[in-house]
């Protein structure tokens, strides 16, 4: 096992053994959530109105497509440690991609819920390979500095993802986002199919004791170094998703913004995430990843109590909320790179079952609040800051006891 807290090196290189084109690929493998998210969320008000619903109904499709991102994850980690990376990986976008075009013809609210479940289950494979294609190839700093490729390739997706379903909602409705979304499963999946090498090939998987799924998941939850990892990542997650579903009802709601500027709001959030990314790879030359994650804990916790403060008080009307919430944008890009590297560094020889728990913990806390804030929304901004906050008081917590089991683990030594 390589430390990733140990002192980093000074180079500047990227990842060994990820070339460009690979990284491109696991950043488009990485973005399947991002897409079929960010894409139809100017949508939602002409989604509901279509099918006789309402926007707390239109919201649940959001909060179900992130329990099926958490389902899927528990499926695919166990069958590629055993099977390899490729064969999952087909199977899961091409579930993606039919559950695509069956959202396409969605007649109610109720079935469109549950097609943005199955569509979820599918596009988990995706991004639970890449994680794990990175483990294969490369450990330590060096993958944090991969998963912060991965941010920045994959950050053109809620950038550019928003304003264009903003422009095919006016062209040709909220139908045609999900037949986008179709092809865009198409592509990659030709394009993991001609490009993606077996990076766990059958000589690795031959080589190390055969265990079950259930057994394999026990040694990874019977690991507190990872659960400890694998929480402190997913609570970033938990803000990302909490603004997620709440965003739309928020900017626009709340706040009055034009749905035709909604993208570009909602991009420049985007922005901050691509940024601190490309930050957190020249800040691993001079800090360890724990080091780095700590100090944007400690910025998101003062953050988002500005932004609750400006939610209750609206002492600066939007700019409150928007404000704080662009920065906090940039401490989650710090913060899950780092913290998904380390989670996966612990245990390399299980690194699909490892990427399956990651992946869980990311989607099931992002639904998680992202349904209690749908639940306690009342037209304020001022449930989505309460959960952002309550996340980073929670990884404070959980970096506390990061903290003490080294010092427990050193005392021992």
Avoid at 239 to 259: E, K, Q, R
Avoid at 365 to 394: K, N, Q, Y
Wanted: charge should be positive.
């Amino acid at each position: 096992m390589t430390n990733v807290s140990s002192s980093p090196p000074s180079a500047n290189a990227p990842a060994s053994g990820l070339a460009f084109s690979l990284v491109a690929l696991l950043g488009i493998l990485t973005a399947f959530g991002p897409m079929a998210i960010d894409m139809y969320l100017p949508s939602l008000p002409a989604m509901s109105a279509d099918l006789g619903s309402n926007m707390a109904d239109a919201q649940l499709t959001v909060a179900s497509f992130l329990a099926g991102l958490a389902a899927g994850q528990l499926i695919y980690g166990p069958l590629s440690d055993r099977m390899g990376r490729r064969p999952p990986l087909m199977v899961g976008v091409i579930l993606y991609t039919i559950a695509s075009v069956g959202c396409v013809f969605a007649t109610s609210m109720d079935s469109l819920i549950v097609l943005r479940f199955v569509q979820a289950v599918g596009g988990a494979a995706a991004p639970l390979i890449a994680r794990a294609v990175i483990s294969d190839r490369c450990s330590g700093i060096e993958a944090a500095r991969a998963f912060s490729l991965l941010m920045l390739v994959m950050g053109a997706s809620p950038i550019l993802a928003p304003t264009l379903g903003g422009l095919i909602l006016m062209v040709g409705g909220w139908r045609t986002i999900f037949w986008v979304l179709t092809a865009f499963g198409l592509v990659a999946l030709v394009w993991a199919f001609i490009a993606l090498p077996e990076t766990f090939p059958a000589e690795k998987r031959n080589s190390r004791p055969k265990e079950s799924m259930l057994k394999a998941f026990g040694q990874v939850l019977s690991n507190r170094e990872i659960l400890r990892f694998a929480m402190l990542a997913s609570l970033g997650s938990a803000c990302l998703f909490t603004y997620i579903s709440n965003a739309a009802n928020v900017m626009i709601g709340t706040y009055g913004i034009d749905p035709t500027f909604f993208g570009y709001v909602f991009g420049l959030n985007a922005c901050a995430i691509v940024g601190s990314a490309q930050i957190n790879r020249m800040l691993l030359n001079r800090h360890t990843p724990l080091k780095i994650v700590q100090a944007a804990n400690m910025a998101l916790l003062v953050l988002a109590a500005l932004m609750l403060i400006g939610a209750v008080t609206d002492y600066a009307g939007k700019f409150g909320v928007l404000v704080p919430m662009f920065f906090i944008m940039a401490c989650i890009g710090l913060t899950n790179s780092n913290a998904t590297a380390m989670a996966m560094d612990v245990d390399r020889g299980r690194a699909g079952t490892v990427s399956s728990f990651v992946g869980f913990m990311h989607f099931a806390m992002g639904a998680l609040f992202a349904s209690v804030t749908g639940a306690l929304a009342d037209g304020t901004a001022r449930p989505m800051a309460g959960a952002i906050l309550l996340a980073a008081i929670l990884g404070a917590v959980t970096l506390r006891l990061i903290h003490r089991a080294r010092r427990l683990k050193a005392a021992t030594v």
